[in-house]
């Protein structure tokens, strides 16, 4: 090894966490308080006589500690705004179909995401890692609510 060569490496293994964001890896059960955990609330009531009743959507507490982290986080897009090509704003949601079927799931388990970047979304069945920095501010839309919102700063596909 050159001694130039030895050089940049030793400042690239130095320099590199300076560069990089840390972003604190979420699983969906992080979102929900231990209490809600622990004594979830009690499934919407589904009339069964209307077939056109939709059941409320259950309203889950947030953690305010979460609040400003940056935060990397797996789900599935479903699509607010963009176009055919790139999606700006979406909810990201635990499991595929959440939010198209009725009940949503609770806004605890929905977060809103802008990505004024626009992410590209070949396959709405494929999960993906989104990394932001998460808000407990909440995000309504017409088809669902949510607790949580997140300023994108990376949308990538979903790997171990």
Not at 40 to 55: K, R, S
Not at 131 to 145: K, Y
């Amino acid at each position: 090894m050159t001694r130039f060569s030895w050089l940049f490496a030793t400042l690239a293994l130095v320099l590199s966490p300076a560069w990089a964001e840390d972003y604190k890896t979420l699983e969906w059960d992080d979102l929900i308080p231990l209490e809600e955990q622990l004594n979830p609330p009690l499934p919407p009531a589904v009339d069964h006589d209307d077939e056109f009743a939709i059941p409320s959507q259950p309203v889950g507490k947030v953690i305010s500690a979460l609040d400003g982290q940056q935060v990397r986080l797996p789900g599935f897009v479903v699509p607010l705004e963009g176009d055919s090509k790139e999606v700006t704003t979406f909810f990201l949601v635990p499991y595929f179909g959440a939010c198209i079927h009725v009940p949503p799931p609770p806004t605890n388990q929905i977060v809103y995401v802008n990505y004024p970047k626009g992410a590209k979304v070949d396959d709405l069945w494929d999960a993906v890692w989104v990394t932001g920095t998460l808000r407990t501010v909440a995000a309504s839309h017409d088809i669902a609510q949510a607790s949580y919102s997140l300023e994108g700063a990376s949308v990538e596909p979903y790997d171990l």
